[in-house]
T-cell receptor
Framework: GQNIDQPTEMTATEGAIVQINCTYQ??????LFWYQQHAGEAPTFLSY????GLEEKGRFSSFLSRSKGYSYLLLKELQMKDSASYLC????????????FGTGTLLAVQP | ETGVTQTPRHLVMGMTNKKSLKCEQH?????MYWYKQSAKKPLELMFV???????ENNSVPSRFSPECPNSSHLFLHLHTLQPEDSALYLC????????????FGSGTRLTVV
């Protein structure tokens, strides 16, 4: 079967650092994506990892360990506007380009 | 207009009604997708179209009928829905092939009464 796990909710303080974890068990692996979704809006692309290691993009970084089936999204210098759901998605085996999503982590940033 | 546009944004329909959701992308992508998003659940893949051909039907009930007349437009025709079909329906597009992420529309919030 295919399974992607991430925490349901997290709370953090403005200016702090937060790490959102994602573990996956899928039939094959062809890349992992992180998306941000504000309430009532479209999910927007944040990052893509296909090789092990850390990808940094401004305040956001994403890490992947394929051997452990594990990824995390790191958000630095948190701002109130970072309050949103963060979706982890995996592209599985085969030539298909479909993504399998986790339930999403609802992050609340407090003053 | 750029990106992925979905209409309507909100839809309330009775169980005996027939309605259609529309998705349009102006990104030159050649793959389009329908996803269902329910509270506390992962996004559920419904249908995948590559170069206008349906390549995935994720065991979706026949009361949902997709249509892809060209690479820029995708429809989801709805009939005799159930209250449990109430959800946010998201359309996305991408380039076909590995390594490409999706661009999502803002979704249609569907309520079946």
């Amino acid at each position: 079967g295919q399974n992607i796990d991430q925490p349901t909710e997290m709370t953090a303080t403005e200016g702090a650092i937060v790490q959102i974890n994602c573990t996956y068990q899928t039939s094959g692996f062809n890349g992992l994506f992180w998306y941000q979704q504000h309430a009532g809006e479209a999910p927007t692309f944040l990052s893509y990892n296909v090789l092990d290691g850390l990808e940094e993009k401004g305040r956001f970084s994403s890490f992947l360990s394929r051997s452990k089936g594990y990824s995390y999204l790191l958000l630095k210098e948190l701002q109130m506007k970072d309050s949103a759901s963060y979706l982890c998605a995996v592209r599985g085996e085969g030539a298909t380009n479909k993504l399998i999503f986790g339930t999403g982590t609802l992050l609340a940033v407090q003053p | 207009e750029t990106g992925v546009t979905q209409t309507p944004r909100h839809l309330v329909m009775g169980m005996t009604n027939k309605k259609s959701l529309k998705c349009e992308q102006h990104l030159g992508h050649n793959a389009m997708y329908w996803y269902k998003q329910s509270a506390k659940k992962p996004l559920e893949l419904m249908f995948v179209y590559n170069f206008k051909e349906q390549t995935e039907n994720n065991s979706v009930p026949s009361r949902f009928s997709p249509e892809c007349p060209n690479s820029s437009h995708l429809f989801l025709h709805l009939h005799t829905l159930q209250p449990e079909d109430s959800a946010l329906y998201l359309c996305a597009s991408s380039q076909a092939g590995l390594g490409y992420g999706y661009t999502f529309g803002s979704g249609t919030r569907l309520t079946v009464v």
